[in-house]
């Protein structure tokens, strides 16, 4: 009973750090990464595509290399390969401070994403095995409260940074991530990681792939977006605003919205009623004029994205096997990266097409159809949210 009582206790407290780690982690990313495109066009002369590219590179190197940080999280303690990523990204954030050629850029960018491969899926696991199935979208909801809140912060303070200098906003960026690698090291509990075994799952194949689609459209949030609102809005202080109207809509909404989805809706239904928002918002994104139309769209885009985004979380880890956990989120992890990493490509240059053709509301409608595929592909297929050891438990 006492050993009960005392494993609740480390689980409930290293819960708590995880937040603490989730809060610093998107206020140092989000102070200086929706910055990168704007400044290295505006200021450095490079083009939407060619920064896209360095973006897109960071992804790559981060969840595209998911599977080995999966793998990692099956053999070694979890804590060891949280602090060893964060030091990277540290890293990758001041070598970004001096990075005036593309070159370094894009060397910047390689050493954000490696870090981000040590730490992303380790972390995922820690929340997996430290929640249960019944408390675990309480906890993914609180998470992203948490991060709505952080990313209102952290794009403000990115933006208050900037009239400084680029530099100052690199620096404050590594400092946060330096918080929590000392929180990895001093405050975060040791978890044990899974045994590495994974198996062939049709199923969890077919929720991957339209995450992936997903994410070919839904990531203009960080790329397209902030190009288009400096368009309207004049300078880069736009992009502040649109990031803060973004996170408020998901700091106040987040908990009470998904609580109530979670009462009436499947997760499944879940994210088919948050894609079918975001899908809408992308399509009406052109046809915003002016700076209140276009920020309640972002508002729509955010409802979006608290609806689906949980709720694609709880799918992939109460379907993954428990006995390959690292390996099954470094999976879907991939996917993410794929399909944001292309989604950022196809992004930057379609931006750049657009204008070139002035076909300005093209791009929209591609990323709306994007999304709407994903979200006819999660009507259509009814597995997707049953627990893996229910599946099993039909299958004897």
């Not at 910047?108 to 972390?123: D, K, S």
């Not at 090291?185 to 929720?207: E, G, L, S, T």
């Not at 994007?370 to 627990?387: H, Q, S």
Request: charged letters at 10%; hydrophobic letters at 55%.
């Amino acid at each position: 009973m006492l050993g009960s009582v005392e494993t609740q206790i480390n689980q409930r407290r290293g819960l708590l750090i995880l937040l603490f780690f989730t809060f610093f982690m998107v206020v140092g990313f989000d102070m200086i990464m929706p910055l990168v495109i704007g400044h290295y066009v505006n200021n450095v002369g490079l083009t939407a595509t060619a920064v896209s590219v360095a973006l897109a590179i960071r992804q790559f190197s981060q969840q595209g290399l998911a599977m080995i940080g999966g793998a990692l999280a099956d053999r070694f303690q979890v804590k060891t390969l949280i602090s060893v990523g964060v030091f990277l990204r540290v890293l990758g954030f001041l070598t970004l401070a001096f990075s005036s050629a593309y070159g370094m850029l894009i060397a910047a960018m390689i050493l954000i994403g490696l870090g981000g491969v040590l730490f992303e899926m380790p972390y995922q696991s820690a929340i997996a095995m430290l929640t249960t199935n019944d408390n675990r979208p309480k906890y993914y909801s609180l998470n992203n409260t948490i991060t709505g809140i952080a990313s209102a912060i952290g794009p403000l303070l990115g933006v208050a940074l900037l009239r400084l200098d680029f530099k100052v906003v690199c620096f404050g960026a590594a400092s946060c991530f330096m918080i929590n690698f000392v929180l990895s090291r001093v405050a975060m509990p040791p978890v044990m990681p899974a045994v590495k075994r994974i198996a062939k799952d049709r199923p969890y194949q077919i929720f991957v792939l339209l995450m992936m689609v997903f994410w070919l459209g839904a990531s203009q949030i960080d790329i397209t977006y902030p190009l288009r609102v400096q368009e309207i809005y004049g300078s880069a202080d736009g992009v502040g605003i649109m990031y803060t109207v973004y996170a408020v809509v998901m700091a106040v909404l987040q908990y009470p919205l998904v609580a109530l989805a979670s009462k009436r809706f499947s997760s499944r239904a879940a994210v088919v009623i948050g894609t079918g928002i975001i899908t809408a918002a992308l399509i009406a994104t052109p046809f915003a004029a002016d700076v209140k139309s276009f920020m309640a769209i972002v508002a729509c885009y955010a409802v979006g994205m608290i609806l689906a985004r949980p709720n694609q979380q709880n799918i992939a880890v109460s379907m993954a096997d428990t006995r390959a956990l690292g390996m099954y989120l470094g999976v879907n992890s991939t996917a993410f990266a794929i399909g944001k990493g292309f989604g950022t490509i196809i992004g930057g240059a379609s931006f750049d097409m657009a204008k070139k053709y002035t076909l300005e509301n093209a791009p929209w409608y591609l990323y709306g159809v994007l999304v709407g595929t994903a979200m006819i592909g999660f009507m259509l297929y009814k597995n997707f949210g049953t627990p893996k050891d229910e599946t099993e438990k039909q299958k004897q």
